[in-house]
């Protein structure tokens, strides 16, 4: 699990992993955000930071531009019988809080959901 507030870590077993040690890559791939800001829309130059519980990994989007915005960032995520959750955060680097990114929202998908079908289109509402 990741230490955010309101997650709790799945226990369901992967299938098809095989023993604790077999890594398996799934591709990730992190098309478009809307309604980034909220109603006021102030959103700058989004990126998105996609998380990994475990093996713990961590990637990063390019910066896009404005409340609409479209990546299509593809990342090979390693994935074993231990990982159980996708973090996805948005961040405004536009907006510096401080000297400090702004945190637009989090979204987090059970790694066992995404295993259901080779290939799926998930529209991920965020938190925060």
């Known amino acids: 699990s990741f230490g955010r507030g309101g997650s709790q870590p799945h226990s369901a077993e992967i299938n ?33 930071v996609l998380e990994v519980d475990e093996p713990s990994q961590r990637h990063q989007t390019s910066t896009g531009t404005g409340a609409v915005c479209g990546w299509d960032d593809t990342f090979n995520i390693d994935i ?7 973090l996805f955060e948005v961040w405004d680097q536009g907006q510096k809080i401080g ?19 080779a ?8 938190q925060g």
């Open 99 to 117: 000297k400090s990114d702004a945190f637009m929202g989090l979204g987090i998908v059970s790694i066992s959901e995404l295993m259901v079908t």
């Open 16 to 48: 098809g992993i095989g023993n604790n040690t077999q890594t398996r890559q799934m591709e990730v791939k992190v098309v478009k955000a809307t309604q980034l800001g909220g109603l006021s829309g102030r959103c700058l130059e989004p990126y998105v």
């Open 80 to 86: 074993t019988k231990q990982s159980s959750e996708l």
């Open 119 to 126: 290939s799926q289109r998930h529209v991920i509402p965020l």
